[in-house]
């Protein structure tokens, strides 16, 4: 059965955005959660409650130990201020600020119908989305408000029922005798073999076309599972703190130790679909040939070896062919002043792309060009997990070639050129957009293009990786190593860096010594080190006044130092504190710069490292554990509903509502 629904309108904050998923709205089809009224459904034409004529009335008629006459549903903690008449009409703005979870559950049903009569009738809880057995999505609640699904998780959470029965043990004829048919599956929940109910290719269609348009609509909620060490997904309940931190998609047994939903949902390979294929940002090997049958896009392979052999020909694009832009320092090859990131050589016109998913944040096109070639860039963050560690980092790309004058430019260009009414707007050649759009690993962001001094001009690209915190510090088998590098400004005054490069020791890096030692392979050295100092992008402290005091500049005149500053660095320059705020960057520019293709292959291999994950045998599987229940089973909603709805999400109590709506967390909560 295929979906028959391929798109729908969804509701945040008030506002509609047609999404191309097959959603269903309480507009269109009369299931608003937030009516405190029984409804007639086809599973229940005629619930007690609606007829009955003493108390209690037209409300929920099963056992409410919170109160029967309570709401179903409620404004947001964060929300709750006189701006949003105290949560009730919160902003789309806002509401995309604090919603950082997705949880899932199974609901327990025949029907998304039956699902929608126990929860609304019987029991006066709420979730966000119903997902019927054919993928039809069937949204009850604007995003904004919070709904009763997960307990004191609530707070920061949207939550979907998936249709399913859930356990298949015990229930092996309920889906035969409703001329259904479904496959079992077994699964290991909190270290019990489980025999359960495999939800529907139609179910998993439309899970996925969801997730994409919430991972354009809510970039909060990242493209993320929980893990207990790189790639391998957690299938207990998370720590306590762990909870609290975690910022993506799991499920209610993430949560609490009384629940097993949604059981076999595989969050590792969901995410997987909703990243996209993780990626090389240029073809090692060079463009491919598009007679041959080759990938269109440089894919990481799926075995360490050949990892390694193209992150070799990655660091030759550097090392031996880009006469220049060496890591952690010598840009275009010469002097002690740090750089962040490598030059990576190319044809002209070769396509980069995004390593990792991400959200594009700002970027540059249309500059003129200058002494040094294109000052165009693309900025992305990344905010992703290794293992139970949360890391973001952000990757840039230098030196791009014009997209606004190409004839297919990448889909973030098109996008950039409509305003948030979708009505269309210039872009000023040379201005820095602040955007935010969801970026697919491996989406074609920009073409590769001319950079260098004159005798060093070529097609490349400036590649770096950075990070606002030491995101190994403390990591089992970490091996980076941390340097701070801010005592000396714009230059590198760390001798273990400097006298592996200054041959003849008289405290000056001359281009013949940086090129030499680069290429004759001795980068290896450096390519694991972690520099912490303040970015080239950005204008302070003044070049001019920082390249006036070292010696390495001492043959050139002040007004040659303002004359190559003006020409070479300023047009370059796009660190403002307007774009820091906007990207969540640090106003002074200090951050922690990972050598980036040393970066992208390690973190790749410790996912292609990750165990396999071993499929239970159904003969292994055993009864549901006493005490453990799915949502259907749990009749006074207590794993779903808290006993304080205005409970406080302390990863935000310290935060005021404009970091939030930055996105912001707490320091305790990094």
């Not at 939903?261 to 090389?280: H, L, Q, S, V, Y």
């Not at 070799?312 to 890591?327: I, T």
Request: net charge negative.
């Amino acid at each position: 059965m295929a979906l028959t629904r391929k798109t729908g309108n969804l509701i945040i904050g008030g506002r509609t955005f047609n999404v191309n998923a097959p959603v269903v709205n309480w507009h269109e089809n009369g299931w608003d959660a937030t009516s405190a009224f029984c409804m007639s459904t086809k599973t229940d034409p005629k619930p007690p409650c609606e007829y009955s004529s003493s108390p209690p009335g037209n409300y929920p008629y099963g056992l409410m130990p919170l109160g029967r006459y309570l709401p179903r549903y409620a404004t947001r903690p964060a929300l709750r201020t006189t701006a949003f008449n105290n949560g009730f009409n919160p902003s789309y703005e806002a509401a995309r600020a604090v919603i950082k979870k997705f949880v899932i559950h199974f609901d327990g049903c025949a029907t998304a119908d039956m699902c929608w009569s126990v929860l609304q009738n019987e029991r006066g809880l709420s979730v966000h989305f119903l997902l019927d057995n054919d993928g039809t999505i069937y949204q009850t609640l604007d995003l904004a408000l919070m709904g009763f699904h997960a307990s004191e998780f609530n707070g920061d959470s949207i939550g979907v029922e998936l249709c399913s029965r859930g356990d298949a043990r015990n229930d092996g004829g309920f889906y035969a005798a409703r001329g259904m048919k479904r496959e079992t599956k077994g699964c290991r929940i909190n270290g019990h073999n489980i025999l359960a109910w495999e939800y529907t290719p139609e179910q998993y269609d439309a899970m996925d076309m969801l997730a994409k348009e919430l991972l354009r609509l809510l970039p909060n909620i990242p493209a993320d599972y929980p893990q207990s060490s790189p790639g391998v997904q957690v299938w207990d309940t998370l720590p306590s703190r762990d909870s609290w931190n975690f910022n993506g998609y799991l499920g209610h047994y993430h949560l609490t130790t009384n629940k097993w939903d949604p059981g076999p949902w595989n969050f590792k390979d969901f995410i997987k679909r909703m990243r996209g294929a993780f990626t090389f940002p240029v073809f090692p090997r060079g463009a491919p040939d598009k007679d041959k049958d080759q990938d269109d896009k440089p894919n990481i392979p799926t075995q360490v070896s050949e990892l390694h052999a193209q992150r070799d020909l990655l660091y030759g694009l550097n090392e031996q062919k880009a006469d220049g832009g060496y890591y952690p320092l010598g840009p275009w090859g010469e002097a002690r002043i740090w750089h962040g990131g490598v030059h990576l050589a190319g044809k002209e016109g070769a396509q980069v792309f995004a390593p990792f998913p991400a959200r594009l944040v700002a970027a540059r096109m249309g500059a003129s060009s200058t002494p040094i070639g294109s000052v165009n860039f693309v900025l992305l963050r990344h905010q992703m997990s290794v293992g139970a560690r949360k890391v973001e980092f952000y990757s840039l790309y230098m030196h791009l070639a014009d997209e606004l004058t190409a004839e297919k430019p990448p889909e973030w260009v098109t996008k950039a050129r409509l305003d948030k009414d979708g009505k269309p707007r210039a872009i000023k050649a040379g201005e820095v957009l602040l955007l935010d759009e969801a970026i697919e690993a491996g989406s074609y962001i920009g073409r590769m293009g001319k950079a260098g001094p004159a005798d060093l001009s070529r097609t490349q690209v400036h590649h770096e990786i950075f990070s606002v915190r030491d995101l190994f510090d403390g990591y089992p088998g970490s091996p980076w190593i941390v340097v701070d590098g801010t005592s000396g400004g714009r230059f590198s005054e760390t001798d273990e860096i400097n006298s592996l490069i200054d041959q003849n020791k008289d405290g000056i890096l001359t281009k013949a010594e940086v090129t030499q030692f680069f290429q004759n392979g001795n980068g290896a050295a450096l390519r694991f080190h972690v520099v912490r100092h303040v970015s080239e992008w950005h204008g302070d402290p003044s070049w001019s006044d920082a390249l006036r005091q070292p010696k390495d500049f001492k043959t050139m005149k002040p007004d040659e130092i303002d004359a190559m500053v003006a020409d070479q660095i300023t047009p370059s320059l796009w660190w403002t504190d307007e774009v820091a705020t906007h990207c969540r960057l640090p106003h002074d520019a200090v951050v922690y710069h990972y050598h980036p293709i040393s970066f992208t292959s390690w973190f790749n291999q410790m996912l292609i490292e990750a165990p396999e994950e071993k499929e239970i045998d159904k003969k292994d599987t055993r009864d549901v554990p006493p005490g453990v229940t799915d949502d259907f089973g749990d009749k006074d909603g207590s794993s779903m509903r808290s006993a304080d709805v205005f409970l406080e999400d302390p990863c935000n109590e310290k935060l005021n509502l404009k970091d939030m709506v930055l996105g912001y967390e707490a320091p305790e909560c990094q």
